[in-house]
Nanobody, 113 residues
């Protein structure tokens, strides 16, 4: 099982980023997928989740209306579109595959002027 995230970086407050996570070594379309994040000195927290077919999504209250999770099962990829970014969104963002209870290596997102 391998999960590889990309798309992180430095962005100004109010800006946007799109994270991607490519999965391999398992039945991607059969797995719910999630994005988590962990800021320095804080516990890892769930940001957004999506079911295997993509028909249902869920979000943390702190990102509702700003972040959108989606997936393309033909590409074995899950996305996190992040808009109206705030400094408090700064964290390492991780992809998680529930079917295999596996994590990606993480990608750093820094929101700062």
């Amino acid at each position: 099982v391998q999960l590889v995230e990309s798309g992180g970086g430095l962005v100004q407050p109010g800006g946007s980023l799109r994270l991607s996570c490519v999965g391999s070594g398992f039945s991607f379309r059969g797995s719910g997928m999630s994005w988590y994040r962990q800021a320095p000195g804080k516990e890892r927290e769930l940001v957004a989740s999506i079911t295997g077919a993509g028909g249902s999504t869920g979000y943390a209250d702190s990102v509702k209306g700003r972040f959108t999770i989606s997936r393309d099962n033909a590409k074995n990829t899950v996305y996190l579109q992040m808009n109206s970014l705030k400094p408090e969104d700064t964290a390492v963002y991780y992809c998680y595959a529930s079917l295999k209870r596996s994590w990606g290596q993480g990608t750093q997102v820094t929101v700062s002027s």
